[in-house]
């Protein structure tokens, strides 16, 4: 079992920064890609970023590229994302969780979410 628990949503003005953390209880081989997700109203939850714990690899969404930042702390078991520049279109649930593989989007392991509102 991995369990992840999701800080640092808020409200903020568009333009604004945001730094989530997602704070895992173990880092295992079988899970070992951390993701953000996040889900609108109404939308579909979508992938928003991905990190390898072990290779630092990473994945952004084209919405995320250019102002989202992904990172991690093995040493802390933490996983990080950074938001720049924030457009009332990120409003959004961000969750993260845990995967087998970047092959895929499948996530076993989920936190209980985090809300972020950006206002304009």
């Known amino acids: 079992q991995v369990q992840l628990v999701e800080s640092g949503g808020g409200l903020v003005q568009a333009g604004g920064s945001l730094r989530l953390s997602c704070a895992v209880s173990?880092?295992?081989?079988?899970?070992?890609?951390i993701s953000w997700f996040h889900q609108a109203p109404g939308k579909e939850r979508e992938v928003v970023a991905r990190?390898?714990?072990?290779?630092?690899?990473?994945y952004y969404a084209d919405s995320a590229k250019g102002r989202f930042t992904i990172s991690r702390d093995n040493a802390k078991n933490t996983v990080y994302l950074q938001m720049n520049s924030l457009k009332p279109e990120d409003t959004a649930v961000y969750y993260c969780?845990?995967?087998?593989?970047?092959?895929?989007?499948?996530?076993?392991?989920w936190g209980q979410g985090t809300q972020v509102t950006v206002s304009s």
């Open positions: 969780a845990a995967g087998p593989s970047f092959a895929t989007f499948r996530s076993d392991y």
């Open positions: 990190i390898s714990w072990s290779t630092g690899t990473t």
């Open positions: 173990r880092r295992t081989s079988t899970h070992p890609i």
